[in-house]
């Protein structure tokens, strides 16, 4: 009954929520674009650092800082938990959109090819001051003072304290070993998705965050650098290249714990206002489910995580371009 409905509702031209994904999207490796398609993403990046926030989160004054809310708002909920992947996925997929829908880009979301630059971030070329990022932290506060985001304030952070803030960094060649090939391989020989989560969520995770260092290497703030979006891309790469393997059950079926910590290494602690995590709208028990609502705070619409499972389900629809 559901599925004619739903043909009813296609026939009826309505249905671009259920259509098939004919065309997806070509999300591409950073070091494979082109010089001008690198300009055009980090101008886009820049333009949603300019644009005034819209939706009254807290502190947010743009719209850049309105995506870095909903990490912020829910950390707890959606680290070390089973919604991690689905939970990143669907917030790459928001802050692509308002690139495309509100800055103009052309493009989709690029991700940075990490394993080829593990052990030697310094190096890589994400870090260039005109088609890259900026480099490294420089003095007392390590505030990046190269490239196209060296004058942005944040103003959410570090961590659930909100202060006007330079954008930070402190790379570490040693910590960016994390990412290596050999690590993501030992992911994706996993079977099961209570294993195969916390080993993306362990290394390769870390590797990025730790590598970068600085803004980065906060677990509740770090999309206050425009590196985030980059490494959580690549990471849905790898976690789409786990689900591809069995395409047919890791798209239909999740797991894990919705009990979040009370604390963990690299996360400030959980302020006593904010309640421990123990489930979420459409899935209330402490097991993940796919009825578990992903919150986007009104940066995109909500849905939930069986509705994001397929990155060519219908809702999304996208490839990842091998490097
Ligand atoms: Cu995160």
């Known amino acids: 009954m559901a599925q004619i409905s739903k043909l009813v509702a296609c026939l009826l031209m309505v249905c671009s929520a259920f259509a098939a994904c004919t065309n997806p999207a070509k999300r591409r490796a950073w070091h494979t674009l082109?010089?001008?398609?690198?300009?055009?993403?980090?101008?886009?990046e820049l333009c949603l650092m300019k644009k005034p926030a819209r939706l009254g989160l807290p502190?947010?004054?743009?719209?850049?800082?309105?995506?870095?809310?909903?990490?912020?708002?829910?950390?707890?909920?959606?680290?070390?938990?089973?919604?991690?992947?689905?939970?990143?996925?669907?917030?790459?997929?928001?802050h692509e959109s308002a690139l495309r829908n509100e800055c103009n880009y052309t493009g989709y979301q690029p991700y940075w090819y990490e394993q080829q630059d593990a052990g030697n971030f310094r190096n890589s070329v994400l870090f260039d001051a005109t088609y890259g990022f900026g480099g490294n932290g420089v003095g007392a506060n390590g505030c990046i003072a190269t490239g196209p985001f060296a004058n942005y304030t944040n103003s959410l952070g570090p961590g659930y304290d909100n202060t006007q803030h330079c954008i930070n960094r402190a790379i570490s060649d040693q910590t960016s070993t994390g990412s290596r090939q050999a690590n993501v391989d030992a992911c994706l020989r996993l079977t099961t998705?209570?294993?195969?989560?916390?080993?993306?969520?362990?290394?390769?995770?870390?590797?990025?965050?730790?590598?970068?260092?600085?803004?980065?290497?906060?677990?509740?703030?770090?999309?206050?650098?425009?590196?985030?979006?980059?490494?959580?891309?690549?990471?849905?790469?790898?976690?789409?290249?786990?689900?591809?393997?069995?395409?047919?059950?890791?798209?239909?079926?999740?797991?894990?714990?919705?009990?979040?910590?009370?604390?963990?290494?690299?996360?400030?602690?959980?302020?006593?206002?904010?309640?421990?995590?123990?489930?979420?709208?459409?899935?209330?028990?402490?097991?993940?489910?796919?009825?578990?609502?992903?919150?986007m705070y009104g940066n995109s619409p909500n849905r939930t995580i069986g509705d994001v499972l397929d990155i060519q389900g219908g809702f999304l629809c996208y490839e990842y371009v091998e490097p």
């Not at 082109?34 to 980090?42: D, F, M």
């Open 59 to 94: 502190a947010a004054k743009t719209r850049f800082d309105e995506l870095q809310a909903i990490h912020q708002l829910q950390a707890y909920a959606t680290h070390f938990v089973g919604a991690f992947l689905p939970f990143h996925r669907m917030m790459m997929y928001a």
């Open 193 to 295: 998705f209570e294993t195969a989560w916390p080993c993306i969520e362990g290394q390769p995770h870390t590797g990025g965050h730790g590598g970068v260092g600085g803004q980065m290497l906060n677990g509740v703030s770090s999309p206050g650098d425009p590196l985030f979006y980059l490494h959580h891309t690549w990471l849905d790469k790898v976690f789409w290249d786990w689900q591809a393997k069995d395409r047919a059950t890791r798209t239909t079926t999740i797991g894990g714990t919705n009990v979040g910590p009370d604390y963990s290494p690299g996360f400030p602690p959980r302020p006593s206002n904010i309640p421990k995590p123990t489930g979420a709208a459409g899935d209330p028990g402490t097991t993940t489910t796919l009825g578990h609502v992903l919150n």
């Open 34 to 44: 082109s010089k001008a398609e690198k300009l055009e993403y980090i101008n886009a």
